[in-house]
């Protein structure tokens, strides 16, 4: 493989993308051309906004192209159009051969919930002192075991939940399961029947085949899966975030049976207050963990 690299000025992004795209590219990457120097421009925006800027005041294009000939006519063309005229090529370069699965792999290891409960990537053999552990390889759906608020809410399932004692955890829901990863969690630790819903189809197909994978059986599906009227729960899992977790508050309590318990996360410690008082109306919330700035939350109904 050769890599064609070029610099632009965000306007040209689109264009010179495109006409790459033209020219037989596999495939073109955009980076800050300032990245990790003085004049970085952190692009991103509140979770659920745009970012508050689509590109970078200077881009770095990389062209990925098969042949070395077809890389070099591609600079050749695009210096004399028009559009280029603001751009510059740096140059044309041989790509190593890598074993990427292999690179892939190794930035995924073994993550320890509690110290006999693990997540464990298929390539791994479990630890020696892994005694329940969920097997998980990152795949299209968010949950692979390495974020605070999926850990938190797996904790949470390992301190109340007990491994073949149905009694503790109950029913559970899992609302916006991901991966899958806290209904298999629950699974795990002795729940007696799951559902799991996400608005994300690829969130439910990726949750069935992690359930097949870790032997458990589960309800997966779209939200309406759930039965708005009667679907009760002993815990009601949902690890969103703030907003929707705002929004949903009414919904949420409403699947938590008598006593059941209803577990949030996805919230920053900041957002703690604002959390408490939607769900006020309904069940009192507390804090109950907290992880690099992120924080758990937990209510109880009455019996
Ligand atoms: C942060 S991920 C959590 C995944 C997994 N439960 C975990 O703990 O790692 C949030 C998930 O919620 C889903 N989601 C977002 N809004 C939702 C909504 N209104 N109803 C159902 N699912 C939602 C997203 O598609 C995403 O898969």
């Known amino acids: ?30 980076e800050d051309a300032d990245a990790h120097t003085e004049a970085e421009q952190p692009l991103f925006g509140e979770p659920g906004m745009p970012a508050p800027r689509e590109g970078w005041q200077r881009s770095l294009l990389v062209a990925l192209f098969a042949q070395e000939e077809p890389a070099r006519e591609a600079a050749r063309l695009l210096q004399l159009q028009d559009f280029f005229g603001g751009s510059t090529i740096v140059g044309v370069q041989n790509v190593p051969e890598q074993d990427w699965v292999r690179l892939t792999q190794s930035q995924f290891a073994p993550v320890d919930i509690t110290q006999e409960f693990w997540i464990v990537p298929s390539w791994h053999e479990p630890p020696a ?3 329940q552990v969920i097997r998980l390889d990152p795949g299209l759906a968010f949950g692979t075991g390495t974020h605070p608020t999926t850990r938190m809410c797996l904790r949470w399932i390992a301190r109340n939940g007990q491994p073949g004692d149905a009694g503790k955890l109950g029913t559970v829901l899992d609302y916006g399961c991901g991966s899958g990863i806290l209904a298999i969690g629950a699974a795990k630790f002795g729940a007696t029947q799951i559902d799991a819903v996400d608005i994300d189809p690829a969130a439910v197909e990726s949750t069935r ?11 997966a599906g779209l ?4 039965d708005p009227a009667n679907g ?16 949903l508050a009414p919904l949420l309590v409403a699947h938590v049976a008598a006593g059941g318990h209803l577990v949030l996360a996805g919230i920053l410690e900041r957002q703690a207050d604002e959390l408490k008082q939607a769900y006020a109306p309904y069940i009192a919330l507390e804090v109950a963990d907290s992880e690099d700035g992120w ?6 109904k009455p019996a």
């Open 223 to 226: 939200p309406d899966l759930v």
């Open 129 to 131: 002192e892994a005694k």
């Open 295 to 300: 924080i758990l939350m937990t209510g109880r």
């Open 1 to 30: 493989m050769y890599e064609l690299r070029l610099l632009c000025p965000e306007a040209d992004v689109d264009v010179i993308c495109e006409a790459l795209d033209a020219l037989d590219a596999l495939s073109v990457s955009v």
């Open 232 to 247: 009760r729960y002993q815990t009601v899992l949902a690890n969103i975030l703030a907003t929707p977790l705002k929004v």
């Open 209 to 219: 085949i992690n359930a097949d994978s870790n032997h458990v059986t589960l309800n």
